[in-house]
């Protein structure tokens, strides 16, 4: 461990002195290393992405608040995440190299890139859906909104018409092919955030980033213990969390696959999620549930759209590991929204039949 982290994690209030400090885990956004202790405690040390999250107090304010009101409406102390504080007592410090906060390990869990049972993957929608649950009386007015307007769909395509004009790199002539794609479906693509607008579906306190990656699962009994990656905590749609879940879990292929033709969605895992969310997320209205479908489609082919703004910009968003990434992630999402299209009937003949259990 350098010196530099070093004076960093002593600022903390650990339990013993770090011992090591390691890169770990497979998110897009913000790096993070796991800390262990001489007392053998180990902790998660995040380098806040100040380039996604510019307001670091605004979003430190959210998380500490949402971690206390679920931690008091829980017995078990893993249900929800811990801010470890620094020495001044701040849930955060800033230093030359950047913002740093830092978690309890939530020990005893395990963190999934994808489901390996149908019985993973409906805790998974157990661990969401009760999130949304517990936080159906957090007062939503009262968080900031980290990324404005970060699931409206609409502007996202305004973001992408935007790189394309801009073409930074050069490449929206290679894309051409994705970029019709996404522009065909516009209209359908904007249907969620004109029911939002309208007042048709409830605003409702909802997590917005719920890939399977981002929810822990005990080791031993495999239900869901806590959800993670609170930095988009904010006012949203139910169906951006029942969706993002979909887009992620009942994929058959990784999000960056090269082989297209693995991917599609599997309906049965698409009616495992679908019966963990119902069964967990209390008092969904008749609208929200007849959008299920379309909030699986519309939060995949969002996330493909964004894929493709980031590879047209230049990969200055999303952390990519090699050339192309971000294009390889579009095109699975893209493929993704195909697959729904054609499997459309049975996705809603399915939820349907999970809504009227
Ligand atoms: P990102 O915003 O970059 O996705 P996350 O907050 O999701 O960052 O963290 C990245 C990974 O670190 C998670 O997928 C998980 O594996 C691990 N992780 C994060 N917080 C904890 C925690 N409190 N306990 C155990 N593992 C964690
Ligand atoms: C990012 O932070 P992470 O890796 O869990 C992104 C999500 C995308 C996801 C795609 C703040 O999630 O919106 O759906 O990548 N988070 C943010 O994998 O933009
Ligand atoms: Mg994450």
């Known amino acids: 461990?350098?010196?530099?982290?070093?004076?960093?994690?002593?600022?903390?209030?650990?339990?013993?002195?770090?011992?090591?400090?390691?890169?770990?885990?497979?998110?897009?956004?913000?790096?993070?290393?796991?800390?262990?202790?001489?007392?053998?405690?180990?902790?998660?040390?995040?380098?806040?992405?100040?380039?996604?999250?510019?307001?670091?107090?605004?979003?430190?304010?959210?998380?500490?608040?949402?971690?206390?009101?679920?931690?008091?409406?829980?017995?078990?102390?893993?249900?929800?995440?811990?801010?470890?504080?620094?020495?001044?007592?701040?849930?955060?410090?800033?230093?030359?190299?950047?913002?740093?906060?830092?978690?309890?390990?939530?020990?005893?869990?395990?963190?999934?890139?994808?489901?390996?049972?149908?019985?993973?993957?409906?805790?998974?929608?157990?661990?969401?859906?009760?999130?949304?649950?517990?936080?159906?009386?957090?007062?939503?007015?009262?968080?900031?909104?980290?990324?404005?307007?970060?699931?409206?769909?609409?502007?996202?395509?305004?973001?992408?018409?935007?790189?394309?004009?801009?073409?930074?790199?050069?490449?929206?002539?290679?894309?051409?092919?994705?970029?019709?794609?996404?522009?065909?479906?516009?209209?359908?693509?904007?249907?969620?955030?004109?029911?939002?607008?309208?007042?048709?579906?409830?605003?409702?306190?909802?997590?917005n980033d719920t890939k399977l990656n981002n929810v822990l699962l005990d080791a031993h009994t495999r239900k869901a213990v806590c959800v993670i990656d609170l930095d988009t905590v904010m006012p949203g749609l139910s169906m951006y969390d029942f969706g993002d879940s979909i887009r992620f879990g009942a994929a058959t292929a990784a999000e960056d696959a090269r082989d297209l033709d693995a991917m599609t969605i599997d309906l049965g895992r698409y009616e495992t999620f679908t019966r963990g969310f119902l069964a967990s997320c209390r008092g969904l209205t008749s609208a929200e549930l007849d959008c299920m479908p379309l909030g699986a489609k519309t939060m995949t082919m969002e996330c493909g759209v964004r894929f493709l703004t980031d590879y047209l910009d230049g990969d200055r968003y999303f952390a990519v590991h090699r050339e192309g990434q971000n294009l390889d992630r579009c095109r699975t999402q893209f493929r993704l929204v195909r697959e729904m299209t054609r499997k459309w009937d049975d996705m809603r003949r399915i939820a349907e039949q999970a809504r009227s259990v």
Request: hydrophobic share 35%; proline share 4%; with cysteine.
């Open 1 to 207: 461990m350098n010196e530099e982290f070093s004076a960093l994690l002593r600022r903390f209030r650990l339990q013993g002195t770090a011992v090591s400090c390691e890169r770990y885990g497979q998110g897009h956004i913000n790096q993070t290393y796991l800390v262990v202790t001489d007392a053998g405690a180990r902790y998660i040390l995040q380098r806040i992405n100040e380039h996604v999250f510019p307001d670091v107090d605004g979003l430190m304010e959210n998380i500490v608040r949402v971690t206390a009101f679920l931690r008091e409406r829980s017995d078990d102390p893993r249900a929800a995440m811990r801010v470890v504080p620094a020495e001044d007592g701040g849930s955060w410090l800033r230093t030359q190299g950047g913002c740093f906060r830092m978690y309890d390990f939530v020990e005893d869990t395990v963190c999934l890139q994808q489901p390996e049972s149908d019985r993973d993957f409906y805790e998974s929608a157990v661990g969401f859906g009760s999130f949304q649950s517990r936080l159906q009386d957090f007062p939503a007015a009262t968080l900031h909104e980290t990324i404005p307007d970060f699931h409206n769909t609409p502007d996202r395509y305004r973001q992408l018409r935007e790189a394309v004009a801009r073409d930074a790199c050069g490449r929206a002539s290679g894309v051409q092919a994705e970029i019709d794609f996404a522009l065909s479906l516009e209209r359908e693509m904007a249907v969620l955030q004109t029911m939002r607008t309208q007042g048709e579906l409830p605003l409702r306190v909802t997590h």
